[in-house]
């Protein structure tokens, strides 16, 4: 049978807490209590009905601030020469990658 199991060590006498954090600890179980039993339920909020939702929802998209044609066509710009950035990156180092491949094989077999 393993040490840590089965047998059980006969466990060592517990020292007694000082008087004062048996003090504190019990007036902290208190407070908890308190604390607890004091919370008022929320209160129930009535829904509001689709009429007050279609107004809020207007009132929200005329907040909404549209980009100009010339952001946009910008935007775009950036996003395809990005793509290309990054297409072009991939094919140098799948390229390469593949062969150092090409010359590890050739130099195994």
Do not use: H, Y
């Amino acid at each position: 049978m393993a040490k840590d199991q089965g047998v059980k060590s006969p466990a060592a006498p517990r020292a007694k807490p000082p008087a004062k954090l048996a003090q504190k600890s019990a007036q902290s179980a208190k407070s908890a209590v308190s604390a607890t039993a004091a919370r008022a339920p929320e209160p129930v909020r009535p829904r509001p009905n689709l009429a007050q939702f279609a107004r809020e929802v207007r009132a929200e998209a005329r907040k909404i601030t549209w980009t100009s044609w010339k952001e946009t066509w910008i935007t775009s710009v950036m996003v395809f020469i990005m793509v290309v950035v990054t297409a072009t990156f991939f094919l140098v180092v799948d390229g390469s990658l593949s062969f150092i491949m090409q010359q590890l094989l050739k130099f195994a077999g």
